[in-house]
């Protein structure tokens, strides 16, 4: 399976994303967006450097080195995701 970012998408609103999490130089960032009352998430993924002149910058490339940060920040943000759920779900009851 590939995957690409070929077509980096910002969040339609303003809002803030509900959560983050970092993992070494890799952080995911957790959006909550409402399409037809209902309630979705999403999540994307950056990568922090510094350039040669020690200026921050983002990347949404990885390399060889970054995939395991990647897969395990990916890991995090699916169990936040999950755990609000469940929350919402047992608040529904």
Not at 44 to 72: H, I, V
Request: glycine share 6%; no cysteine; hydrophobic share 30%.
């Amino acid at each position: 399976m590939a995957f690409s970012n070929a077509q980096k998408k910002e969040p339609e609103t303003k809002k803030p994303p509900v959560g983050k999490v970092r993992v070494g130089s890799v952080t995911a960032s957790i959006w909550e967006n409402t399409k037809d009352s209902k309630i979705f998430y999403s999540v994307t993924f950056e990568r922090r450097y510094k350039d040669g002149d020690g200026n921050w910058k983002s990347s949404d490339s990885y390399g060889p080195g970054d995939l395991l940060e990647l897969a395990k920040a990916a890991d995090r943000a699916h169990s936040q995701i999950l755990d609000v759920l469940e929350q919402k779900a047992q608040e529904a009851k």
